[in-house]
T-cell receptor
Framework: QKEVEQNSGPLSVPEGAIASLNCTYS??????FFWYRQYSGKSPELIMS????GDKEDGRFTAQLNKASQYVSLLIRDSQPSDSATYLC??????????FGTGTRLTIIP | GAVVSQHPSWVICKSGTSVKIECRSL??????MFWYRQFPKQSLMLMAT?????????EQGVEKDKFLINHASLTLSTLTVTSAHPEDSSFYIC??????????????FGDGTRLSIL
């Protein structure tokens, strides 16, 4: 069973601080990793994709991948109230299907 | 580009009714479409994968006779929930990929359909 694990939260972060979201996956052979943001009642929206070990930055978002530890994270700098949402980690296990984690609910406190 | 339109966005119906949800790729050819279901405060669970012109492949535990999927063209897939019951109430989301889909954006998601069965 291919699994993607996330802390469900809720995670509360003061406005302007750094929010750190974590995800682990079970299949060491996984190649592609994604972070989606989902607002309540809406469908997921892709924020970041990462394939190589290390960091990938896009604006206020940084994805970090450590394949040896089977760990991927998302950092959100200068958190804004509009960042309050559920963040879903998703992994391609090599069969074209995305497997999603349970999501972490993030609340940015003004 | 790469817009996926899902309709209806919200439907309420009586128990025993069959409900059809449409998923259209507006500006690309969707060779593969995926149907997900999401219960409150849970993650997206893949129900089935459909390739244009082929029978859908259902995930374990999903009843293919209850959730009928048709992918007759490269721009349209439908999910029909037959004889829906209150336990089928959920948020249904489709996504689509094409031959040109790249690793940065592997699937394009529709806006979802909120289904409530009374």
């Amino acid at each position: 069973q291919k699994e993607v694990e996330q802390n469900s939260g809720p995670l509360s972060v003061p406005e302007g601080a750094i929010a750190s979201l974590n995800c682990t996956y079970s299949d060491r052979g996984s190649q592609s990793f994604f972070w989606y943001r989902q607002y309540s009642g809406k469908s997921p929206e892709l924020i970041m994709s990462i394939y190589s070990n290390g960091d990938k930055e896009d604006g206020r978002f940084t994805a970090q991948l450590n394949k040896a530890s089977q760990y991927v994270s998302l950092l959100i700098r200068d958190s804004q109230p509009s960042d309050s949402a559920t963040y879903l980690c998703a992994v391609y296990f090599g069969n074209e299907k995305l497997t999603f984690g349970t999501g972490t609910r993030l609340t940015i406190i003004p | 580009g790469a817009v996926v339109s899902q309709h209806p966005s919200w439907v309420i119906c009586k128990s025993g009714t069959s409900v059809k949800i449409e998923c259209r790729s507006l500006d690309f050819q969707a060779t593969t479409m995926f149907w997900y279901r999401q219960f409150p405060k849970q993650s997206l669970m893949l129900m089935a994968t459909s390739n244009e012109g082929s029978k859908a492949t259902y995930e374990q535990g999903v009843e293919k006779d209850k959730f009928l999927i048709n992918h007759a063209s490269l721009t349209l897939s439908t999910l029909t929930v037959t004889s829906a019951h209150p336990e089928d109430s959920s948020f249904y989301i489709c996504s689509a990929s094409s031959r040109e889909s790249n690793s940065n954006q592997p699937q394009h998601f529709g806006d979802g359909t909120r289904l409530s069965i009374l």
